[in-house]
């Protein structure tokens, strides 16, 4: 069975993903029994993390083609990309509900085809990669379920941004949003497209 790995990464202004020994403190599982509210015409923040609260998206290029196939679900699904942010173990989205199933359909097919592609492309991990599970592989690279919370006012909508675009900087992993590209932020502060289109709802 193949696995994933994840190493660390230096990010453009010569920093590093923390080190998964510090990622790791406080891990927070997502619990059973989450309740989804549907069909209100809310916009849903989604918050999900890679398998244990791991790093797995601590690279350039994990990071970059997860943002790809979000773009390429998001066409596919229809549905408004107001807000998000990749960190290196977990991701939020603030998303509109799709014209054709469910939030919860669309994030099982982009977390499926992220980890296939992620799992396709047959790197060679480089020195100082990290290895775990019995093979020295993860069984998975998603934790299971996600939280959904349903925004339903102008308010809310910007609390929930503020928080993702800040979360980067919060984290230390760099000291200003706009370097940090994998996130909506320079939409919303200069206008520009980024990474991928962004809607904005009013």
Known sequence: ?????FWNSPLRNGTRVPHASVLRVG???MPKGLKRYY???HLHFLTFSCYRRLPLLNTIQARSLFVHALGEIRERYKF??????????????????????????????LKQRVSRDLRGS????PSGQLRFGVDGELPRFWQPRFYDFNV???????????????NPVKRGLVNNPAAWIWSSWSFYAKGEAGLVPIDRVE
């Open 152 to 166: 339903y006012s102008a308010k809310k909508r910007k609390e929930k941004l503020d928080y993702m675009h800040a």
């Open 27 to 29: 891990i927070s599982l």
């Open 39 to 41: 069909g209100r015409g």
């Open 122 to 125: 047959k790197r060679r991990a």
């Open 1 to 5: 069975m193949r696995g994933y790995h």
């Open 80 to 109: 408004l990309l107001v807000g998000y942010v990749v960190m290196p173990d977990h991701v939020h989205l603030l998303i509109s509900e799709p014209a054709k199933g469910t939030p919860s359909v669309v994030l099982k097919v």
